[in-house]
């Protein structure tokens, strides 16, 4: 985990090999065990995250606690051809 403007955040960064995808599960699973949130919707949340894994470019993951939840965010082009890039929370999950 490291900090950022004082939130703690763990990364994942997933090659695009198909093999791997599965990855973006079990870090969700661990944070979802960490903050002590029920698994009611954690397949359909991986599912989704899942979804968002790149087959030509590796695809960089950011997991939070929030308050009594977990959050989990996608990097992404800022706009479309942008070098800038921001992220964007696609699954929450809370107790």
Do not use: I, N
């Amino acid at each position: 985990m490291t900090e950022d403007h004082s939130q703690e955040y763990a990364y994942l960064r997933l090659p695009p090999d198909e093999e791997l995808r599965s990855c973006v599960g079990l870090v969700l699973a661990g944070m979802v065990a960490r903050a002590r949130v029920g698994v009611g919707g954690l397949e359909e949340a991986v599912e989704v995250l899942e979804g968002f894994h790149a087959a030509d470019t590796p695809t960089r993951f950011r997991f939070s606690l929030a308050g009594d939840g977990v959050l989990a965010e996608v990097e992404e082009p800022l706009d479309v051809g942008s070098a800038k890039m921001r992220w964007r929370t696609v699954v929450e999950l809370v107790s």
